[in-house]
């Protein structure tokens, strides 16, 4: 599996549009080919994306989407000079909770 990660320094009108369309971000980027997870932290203005694909393939497609999303959907002004940071690599250990993450219930 391959990662990306994305920092978006500055992007608090980013951040406020995605939580408002998170269903449009979720069509969008689980579009991606082999796409397997993707999740965003908000760190004050600073907004940090993971996507997790089968392949680079699919992280790139996700690059290209996320930077496409962005440009559509936020105004000219907001996007001029939000550029992310973009790290990305191999994913060599993956694990998660047996439980439904954002689940409040104990099982």
């Given at each position: 599996m391959h990662a990306t990660v994305r920092r978006w320094?500055?992007?608090?009108k980013l951040i406020d549009e995605m939580a408002r369309r998170a269903d449009e971000v979720e069509r969008v980027?689980?579009?991606s080919p082999g796409f397997v997870a993707?999740?965003?932290?908000?760190?004050?203005?600073?907004?940090?994306?993971?996507?997790?694909?089968?392949?680079?393939?699919?992280t790139d497609e996700s690059t290209r989407l996320a930077g496409e999303w962005v440009r559509a959907n936020?105004?000219?002004?907001a996007v001029a000079g939000l550029t992310p940071e973009i790290i990305d690599g191999e994913?060599?250990?993956n694990f998660g909770s047996p439980q439904r993450m954002g689940s409040s219930a104990v099982r």
């Amino acid at each position: 599996m391959h990662a990306t990660v994305r920092r978006w320094n500055g992007s608090s009108k980013l951040i406020d549009e995605m939580a408002r369309r998170a269903d449009e971000v979720e069509r969008v980027l689980s579009s991606s080919p082999g796409f397997v997870a993707y999740h965003a932290v908000r760190s004050g203005d600073t907004l940090i994306s993971i996507t997790i694909c089968q392949d680079k393939a699919g992280t790139d497609e996700s690059t290209r989407l996320a930077g496409e999303w962005v440009r559509a959907n936020l105004p000219a002004d907001a996007v001029a000079g939000l550029t992310p940071e973009i790290i990305d690599g191999e994913a060599f250990i993956n694990f998660g909770s047996p439980q439904r993450m954002g689940s409040s219930a104990v099982r």
